[in-house]
């Protein structure tokens, strides 16, 4: 059974970056796209973005471009999502998720989220 | 974006009871695959979401087969056969069409 394995919570400042990891049991990684989704304090889950893990091309929501990156270490079977300029609004828990492999989104794993808490 | 609505937002049942949850979406989630871009996902308290139903009406591995998922184009159905203690948490309806997943607001399901 694949796991997605993330950093651990973080504590930033409103303007500062913050970098999550994914890393995948996968070896090497097989799976096509990984999914970046987030959910703040008591409300439901949105997109970030998603990385295709065999060329690195990128899909971002529109309200994060320009402030989120998304990378893939393909030798460490890991993915990052950076994303900059934080408010208080980017508070949230951070997913990946692993796109299965159908040929329409179906996220079939998650990893345990990475809490992004953004204060002064 | 594709906006997608649930309904209701919550839901009180009754152990081996049935339940429904309907997901509606602002436009066809059908994909050129011919299948529906459709999946269902259930946040248990305190735990990731878990995928339950994909391409409309697929149970993922491992669900129990009182989940199933009806429905084509705009309007979907996820429907619990006998509730059990352990279905309660928010279920979520996601979309994946043109590579811009949206959910829906989601629906707890309580006990």
């Known amino acids: 059974q694949v796991q997605l394995v993330q950093s651990g919570a973080e504590v930033k400042k409103p303007g500062a970056s913050v970098k999550v990891s994914c890393q995948t049991s996968?070896?090497?990684?097989?799976?096509?796209?990984m999914y970046w989704i987030r959910q703040a304090p008591g409300q439901g889950l949105e997109w970030v973005g998603w990385?295709?893990?065999?060329?690195?091309?990128?899909g971002y929501a529109q309200k994060f471009e320009g402030r989120v990156t998304m990378t893939r270490d393909t030798s460490f079977s890991t993915a990052y999502m950076e994303l900059t300029r934080l408010t208080f609004d980017d508070t949230a828990v951070y997913f990946c998720?692993?796109?299965?492999?159908?040929?329409?989104?179906?996220?079939?794993?998650w990893g345990q989220g990475t809490l992004v808490t953004v204060s002064s | 974006d594709i906006v997608m609505t649930q309904s209701p937002l919550s839901l009180s049942v009754t152990p081996g009871d049935p339940a429904s949850i309907s997901c509606t979406s602002s436009q066809s989630l059908l994909h050129s695959s011919g299948y529906n871009s459709l999946g269902w996902y259930l946040q248990k308290p305190g735990q990731s979401p878990q995928l339950l139903i994909y391409?409309?009406?697929k149970r993922a591995s491992g669900v129990p087969d009182r989940f199933s998922g009806s429905g084509s184009g705009t309007d979907f159905t996820l429907k619990i056969s006998r509730v059990e203690a352990e279905d309660v948490g928010v279920y979520y309806c996601?979309?994946?069409?043109?590579?811009?997943?949206?959910f829906g607001q989601g629906t707890k399901v309580e006990i």
């Open positions: 990385i295709n893990l065999k060329n690195g091309v990128t």
């Open positions: 391409l409309g009406s």
């Open positions: 998720a692993r796109d299965g492999p159908s040929p329409v989104p179906e996220l079939d794993c």
């Open positions: 996601m979309q994946g069409l043109q590579g811009r997943p949206t």
């Open positions: 996968e070896h090497p990684l097989t799976n096509n796209y």
